[in-house]
């Protein structure tokens, strides 16, 4: 048994002292699987999913969020702030519960999945919902954590990204080397930079040969980076990458630059497709921003490049469940019937 995996596994590569806190709530050590089905029918046979989705808080965000909350602790604050399209509410208000904090979370109005709002909530955050954008939230914050010395845990915290940087760790000692691509979805562009820091440090240290081609992927309607300008009003159906001026921006248009790769956009309709494939031809319920690496492949794939001898790896960002509303709106096959075998019994047969 391990009390804190990550700094178990990884602690010459995190920046941590006899002081920091070593309170887990079991973050990490996600499972790397291979695609069954959607890695050979798309021309990938050495398809893997990262399952971020096993995380304690259901997504990736708690990798960087155990960190900064212990940061905090060590910083001697009493209160965690963030901005937040969801997930980092959840993660947040977590951790700071695990020690004993305060946490503020201030969201989109009405741009939350429901699943997240109800993590937050439970875990008693103070919720101050906006009516504005993920991005008017970040100004805010940043602010408002200066004046007030709360602690800020957004991606712009360091400690978020060192966090986050061990998945990247992970990928390389599952598969006993670097992947060949990653393919990941871009929303504030901290991840993407985070497993890009991560890849380089583990070939540094000799752990692995080389490094991935990152592929990031944004939401059509929310693609700052590929448009090369802000997006004032982002939209889409993927609300944990609904962000139209990414913080880590420079520091994923350099991971994208060094590792030889691109970032691209994927539509809703691309995005709601790979949703409902992982569903369906892999049992991978994720939430949609998820299913943009995946939707990302398919597009690359198309264009005619040959991945067939390529070893590759989706970030699995965020679990299904978090957003029911989108999983209930695809058609789902239904009966309702008298309460007997023969109502029953007549429709297995029709
Ligand atoms: C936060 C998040 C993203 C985007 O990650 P960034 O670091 O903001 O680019 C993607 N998917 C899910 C499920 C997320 O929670």
Redesign the pocket.
């Known amino acids: 048994m391990t009390t804190n995996f990550l700094i178990d596994s990884y602690s010459e590569f995190l920046p941590i002292d006899g002081d920091t806190s070593r309170k887990s709530l079991g973050e990490g050590n996600t499972p790397l699987v291979r695609s069954t089905n959607i890695g050979p029918e798309i021309g990938v046979p050495n398809l893997y999913f990262k399952l971020?989705t096993m995380n304690p808080t259901g997504?990736?965000?708690d990798r960087g969020m155990f960190l900064a909350v212990a940061k905090a602790v060590q910083a001697n604050s009493r209160s965690v702030i963030c901005a937040s399209?969801?997930?980092?509410s959840a993660a947040a208000s977590a951790y700071a519960s695990l020690h004993g904090l305060k946490s503020f979370v201030v969201v989109p109005s009405g741009k939350i999945a429901m699943g997240k709002l109800a993590q937050a909530s439970v875990h008693g955050a103070s919720i101050i919902q906006i009516r504005g954008s993920f991005d008017n939230a970040l100004n805010i914050v940043r602010e408002i954590s200066d004046q007030l010395q709360i602690a800020l845990v957004n991606?712009v915290n360091p400690f978020r990204l060192e966090g986050?940087k061990t998945a990247a760790f992970e990928v390389v000692d599952a598969l006993g080397k670097a992947p060949d691509i990653l393919c990941?979805?871009?929303?504030?562009?901290?991840?993407?930079?985070?497993y890009w820091k991560g890849f380089k440090e583990y070939a540094a240290a000799g752990r692995a040969s080389k490094t991935p081609m990152m592929y990031?992927f944004q939401a059509q309607g929310a693609a700052p980076i590929v448009n090369n300008k802000i997006i004032e009003n982002p939209e889409t159906i993927?609300t944990?990458?609904r962000?139209g001026n990414?913080?880590?921006w420079e520091k994923?248009a350099s991971a994208r630059d060094e590792s030889g790769g691109v970032i691209d956009s994927v539509s809703d309709d691309e995005i709601l497709h790979a949703y409902r494939y992982l569903a369906s031809a892999e049992g991978i319920f994720?939430?949609p921003?998820?299913a943009?690496s995946v939707a990302g492949l398919i597009k690359t794939s198309r264009l005619g490049v040959d991945l067939s001898g390529a070893t590759i790896v989706c970030?699995i960002?965020?679990?299904g469940l978090?957003d029911p509303d989108t999983a209930l709106s695809v058609e789902a096959v239904q009966y309702e019937v008298d309460p007997t075998i023969e109502a029953v019994g007549e429709i297995l047969s029709s």
Not at 85 to 88: I, L
Not at 184 to 194: F, K, L, R, T
């Open positions: 971020e997504s990736f965000k399209t969801g997930n980092t991606s986050q990941i979805p871009v929303g504030n562009a901290g991840n993407i930079s985070a990031g993927a944990a990458i962000i990414p913080a880590s994923a994720c939430e921003a998820s943009a970030v960002t965020g679990h978090k």
